[in-house]
C-alpha cells in the first residue's frame, strides 16, 4: 500500500503564490512519475505537472510560465509552486505517484487533496 500526504493548499488573493508539497511513502521499491491533478467543482480531474524519476517536466497549456513542478523522486517527494494564481485555479489540487513495489506491478495512487481557493 501506498501513501500520500499532501500539504500547502488555503486561500490566497488573486495573483498571490501558493506552494503545494507531497510525500509519498509505504510499499515504493521505483518511482516513475509523480505529479499534480486538480478538480473544479462540476469539471473532470485534469493534470495540472507532472515530473519523471528523469526529470523531464509536463505542464498544463493553463499552468505553463506560472506554475513550477519539482520533485526529488529518489526521495517520494515532489512539489508545485504555483505564482500570479488566477480564480480559475480554484480547485481540489491531488498528489500523484506513479510506482511499484519490489515484486509489483506498476500503479497509480492518489493523496486524498488539498483546496485551494483564489479569491478575486
Known amino acids: 500500500q501506498v501513501q500520500l500526504v499532501e500539504s500547502g493548499g488555503g486561500l490566497v488573493q488573486a495573483g498571490g503564490s501558493l506552494r503545494l508539497s507531497c510525500a509519498a511513502s509505504?510499499?515504493?521499491?521505483?518511482?516513475?512519475?509523480m505529479g499534480w491533478y486538480r478538480q473544479a467543482v462540476g469539471k473532470q480531474r485534469e493534470l495540472v505537472a507532472a515530473i519523471t524519476s528523469g526529470g523531464r517536466t509536463n505542464y498544463a497549456d493553463s499552468a505553463k510560465g506560472r506554475f513550477t513542478i519539482s520533485g526529488d523522486l529518489a526521495k517520494n517527494t515532489v512539489s508545485l509552486q504555483m505564482n500570479s494564481l488566477k480564480p480559475e485555479d480554484t480547485a481540489v489540487y491531488y498528489c500523484?505517484?506513479?510506482?511499484?513495489?519490489?515484486?509489483?506491478?506498476?500503479?497509480?495512487?492518489w493523496g486524498q487533496g488539498t483546496q485551494v481557493t483564489v479569491s478575486s
Open positions: 509505504g510499499n515504493i521499491f521505483s518511482i516513475n512519475a
Open positions: 500523484k505517484v506513479y510506482s511499484r513495489a519490489l515484486l509489483g506491478t506498476w500503479n497509480d495512487y
